[in-house]
């Protein structure tokens, strides 16, 4: 089975523009988190979406915002970009469904590499 | 911030077991302890999990604690190819409310030596 997939892996912009990061999960899974990760500040919580809906949201500004589509798969974007968005993108999918609580864990893909100069 | 400690870095030599402490006093009891790794600029790996019970998979084995405020992961034969950052996590699965979100605090880096 295929694992997560992330497009583009590698992304250069400049400041003030926006990005679009695609994730597409694990085949079945219908649960999608996103997550950064810097040198400073480490891996950090996005958001988290289900069946459409976003769940939770980390504490990030506006600027950053996600959708998830009908077959599960979610993009993430990010306007107005300043230099600090530079980082380490990273998606994650779940067997998670409401009622299986046992089927949480969340797995990984490579990520999406943006630099912002 | 983190619930758990882990110490920043650990040296191992290739061939032997890797014992990989993690400390969570405050853990709740339904919440699990995850171990994930992350070997360079490549997405964080998930290795095993577990509640109560010691847990063991192809990739390494879990050991909890009776009191459940400690944990260890061990890879029973390193190689140089284990050399990443290992996250010790502690969480609720969701439902009842309970947010999917991991919280990764700084890990430790194992470092596998010839």
């Known amino acids: 089975k295929a694992g997560v997939t992330q497009t583009p892996r590698y992304l250069i912009k400049t400041r003030g523009q926006q990005v679009t990061l695609s994730c597409s999960p694990i085949?079945?899974?219908?649960?999608v988190s996103w997550y950064q990760q810097t040198p400073g500040q480490g891996l950090q919580f996005l958001f988290e979406y289900f069946s459409e809906t976003q769940r939770n949201k980390g504490n990030f500004p506006g600027r950053f915002s996600g959708r998830q589509f009908s077959n599960s798969r979610s993009e993430m974007n990010v306007s107005t970009l300043e230099l600090g968005d530079s980082a380490l993108y990273l998606c994650?999918?779940?067997?998670?469904?409401?009622?299986?609580?046992?089927?949480?864990?969340?797995?990984f893909g490579p990520g999406t590499r943006l630099t912002v100069l | 911030d983190a619930k758990t400690t882990q110490p920043p870095s650990m040296d191992c030599a290739e061939g032997r077991a890797a014992n990989l402490p993690c400390n969570h006093s405050t853990i709740s009891g339904n919440e699990y302890v995850y171990w994930y790794r992350q070997i360079h600029s490549q997405g964080p790996q998930y290795i095993i999990h577990g509640l109560k019970n010691n847990e063991t998979n192809e990739m390494a084995s879990l050991i909890i604690t009776e009191d459940r405020k400690s944990s260890t992961l061990i890879l029973p034969h390193a190689t140089l190819r284990d050399t990443a950052v290992y996250y010790c996590i502690v969480r609720f699965h969701r439902g009842s409310g309970n947010t999917g979100k991991l919280i990764f605090g700084q890990g430790t880096t194992l470092q596998v030596k010839p």
């Open positions: 085949s079945g899974h219908r649960s």
């Open positions: 994650a999918s779940s067997w998670w469904t409401s009622g299986a609580e046992n089927t949480d864990t969340q797995y």
